[in-house]
């Protein structure tokens, strides 16, 4: 096991991860993405984050979902097709099945057993020098409301032991 990984688990002979960092995208849709994967086959879970970057299917957002619409798609919950967030999955994902195939784990009958996402940083952003905010030496004092926001991705998929 890597250095890193939030995963451990007894009952799995043989993990194979993949870890994406600083990911310039929505942390709270990465989790949204993570929670609609997880526990299902690697084959399901491609076809569900294509259906989401082709806004053919949404997710349901269990958390952070304050002011969201509900769809009738999901029989009223709230939901949203976020489509940044499924393409950086779907790329850790692929990372993840290159690295079970190195393992010489089964892809057909691997299913995801790990997906998280984290926040990984934030970047405070500044405002440009020649900005109202700027003035009588107030640079670097003021900061813009918008910041930067950095996350991680991490999946893992395995054979389950019977």
């Not at 939030?6 to 929670?35: G, M, Q």
């Not at 700027?134 to 640079?139: A, M, P, S």
């Amino acid at each position: 096991m890597m250095k890193g990984y939030s995963y451990n688990k007894e009952n799995i002979k043989e993990i194979a991860f993949a870890r994406n960092d600083n990911i310039n995208a929505s942390y709270k849709d990465l989790i949204a993405v993570c929670d609609a994967i997880r526990n299902k086959s690697v084959n399901e879970a491609i076809k569900l984050l294509d259906s989401i970057i082709n806004e053919h299917k949404p997710i349901e957002y269990k958390k952070h979902n304050k002011h969201m619409g509900a769809r009738h798609e999901l029989n009223g919950k709230k939901g949203a097709y976020p489509i940044k967030a499924a393409k950086a999955v779907k790329k850790v994902l692929a990372n993840a099945i290159a690295n079970a195939e190195e393992k010489d784990i089964d892809v057909d009958n691997a299913f995801v057993v790990h997906a998280s996402a984290n926040k990984s940083r934030v970047e405070l952003r500044y405002p440009p020098r020649g900005s109202l905010y700027w003035g009588r030496g107030q640079y670097h004092m003021r900061i813009m409301h918008s910041n930067l926001t950095w996350a991680r991705v991490e999946i893992g998929i395995a054979n389950k032991v019977v």
